[in-house]
């Protein structure tokens, strides 16, 4: 009953467009299309959560690269990403498009609102002109106090190291190939589903989550 649907989950999936990303272009957008879809299918399992989606890609230089995608839409409205969304090419500014896409989202979230950031990349900062590491982490430190979840997901290089850099406790590594890529997406699904019944479970939104892997090891490459 709408009357009951009173948990909103906002998921914010922050995607690497850098050239590097080319290799696995088209396993990339598949498996962002099919994590919108596990969404979705979240929302119709525990009708008493509202799950928003918003996805902000970034190539190129500095916030000039970053760009939101879908921006805070109810699941059951969401279109699935396109060729025409998602175009790699350029460098990796991430601490600009981690710094926009947070505190963009800040703004749309309450108190006691669910908040689930995914950051996937295959490569490493080299591009950003606005935020540095340190006040990424300082974000993301900031965020988390407020029970926010953080996961990262890399490759090319060891996804734990950095994230801990970040401030994030969640990481896994993936291999940057089209078969890595449909692997890692698949534990991805898993682990969103996880985070969605473990919030229905306890019949009230989470606080920071720090096994969001669950049985997946932050330590092993997909």
Not at 8 to 17: F, G, S, T, V, W
Not at 24 to 45: D, F, P
Not at 60 to 84: A, F, Q, S, Y
């Amino acid at each position: 009953m709408e009357e009951n649907k009173t948990m909103k989950i906002y998921n914010l999936i922050i995607l690497d467009e850098s050239g590097s990303m080319s290799s696995i272009y088209n396993h990339a957008l598949s498996g962002i299309n099919e994590t919108i879809n596990g969404i979705r299918q979240s929302q119709e399992k525990y009708p008493e959560q509202e799950h928003f989606v918003s996805i902000v890609t970034f190539e190129g230089n500095g916030m000039d690269g970053v760009k939101t995608r879908r921006d805070g839409i109810p699941v059951g409205d969401v279109k699935d990403l396109t060729k025409k969304d998602y175009q790699p090419g350029g460098c990796t500014p991430l601490y600009d498009a981690m710094g926009k896409a947070i505190s963009e989202l800040d703004c749309k979230v309450e108190s006691g609102d669910g908040v689930l950031v995914t950051i996937i990349t295959d490569g490493m900062e080299n591009s950003s002109r606005e935020y540095s590491g340190r006040a990424v982490k300082d974000l993301v430190a900031m965020q988390r106090k407020k029970g926010w979840t953080f996961a990262y997901i890399g490759a090319n290089q060891d996804a734990v190291e950095v994230a801990r850099d970040l401030n994030i406790q969640n990481a896994m590594n993936y291999d940057a190939t089209p078969e890595g890529m449909v692997c890692m997406s698949m534990k991805f699904s898993r682990a969103q589903a996880g985070f969605a019944k473990r919030i229905h479970l306890c019949e009230s939104v989470m606080a920071d989550v720090h096994d969001f892997f669950s049985e997946e090891s932050g330590e092993e490459t997909v």
